[in-house]
């Protein structure tokens, strides 16, 4: 799955103006979303370049927190590339990076780009001991004469904020069609295909598996009806996550039965978009009664 956007590390800047959303982004749920088209619709007035602020890696481990990415830089990068994003500017989340104040943060981001507006959520928080926050963000944009939005919170019930933290639980437990309710597009796992065990091949259900990042966090097992994104054409799949008890492997992937689709993908970049749960994952008495469930889940795929 070929997709083209431009990413740039905020040390080294660019000189295109930008309209910059500033955030972490981790799941681009929809109050990311809202951020990015308020950004594409000044950018568009501005003459300018939609780009959004996001980490290169994860920052968790350097914050104390455990918590592992809903969506990896590269699956980040392919969904804002998805939304209209123009620039990414990405940094590393290391120790200099979060040892800078508020101040120089600012100062090294409107220093090395050509920004025009800066857009924020109302929780946003910057620098060293998260210091600066929105009040902080408007009065030095207001110095530099640069516009800046605050974006307040999108709710997806009254009183209710979306969040990553809710986000987060949802996918541990695989309820998809409430995580995909919380996000603009379907939640996706995208990666390289790398060679499985084969016995999808011999049981006439050949299949592309995809090994999962340690940074990321795994959504529950389960088998799901799914789309899979290759070379821009999006086809019907069933997809197992997790073990494969049948064939007594307990190694979690992501393995993916494509429907109508016989090429050989190995080694490509392909993003698989999560729609619902069909069931549990179970261990069969043999390989024929495997084959026959995958038929059976694949009608279900097609049926919906």
Known sequence: MEYDIRQTDYKIGCNDPIVLCLGFFDCVHRGHNSLIQRAKLFAKIDGAKCAVFTFCNTPFSFLGRKEKEIFTY???????????????????????????????????????????????????????????????????????????????????????????????????????????????????????????RHEGTEIGTPTANIDIPEEKLQIASGVYDTNVLIDGVRLRAVTNVGEHPTFGDTHYNVESYILHWNNNIYGKFIVVEFLKKLRDIKKFDSKEELSAQIVKDAAQVLGR
Not at 77 to 104: C, H, M, Y
Request: charged share 30%; glycine share 8%; net charge negative.
């Open 74 to 196: 590269e699956e980040r990068a392919f969904r804002l590339w998805q939304l209209g994003v123009d620039i990414i500017v990405n940094a590393e989340p290391d120790k200099e990076f979060f040892s800078t104040s508020a101040k120089d943060f600012l100062d090294g981001l409107f220093d090395k780009f050509n920004i025009q507006t800066i857009i924020a959520g109302s929780d946003f928080t910057y620098g060293a001991g998260a210091k600066g926050n929105a009040e902080t963000l408007k009065a030095y944009c207001q110095e530099r004469r640069v516009d800046c939005h605050i974006a307040h919170m999108v709710e997806y019930a009254e009183g209710k904020k979306i969040a990553s933290r809710e986000i987060r639980e949802l996918v541990k437990n695989g309820e998809i069609e409430k995580v995909n309710a919380l996000l603009p597009l379907p939640y996706i796992v995208a990666g390289k295909v790398v060679k499985g």
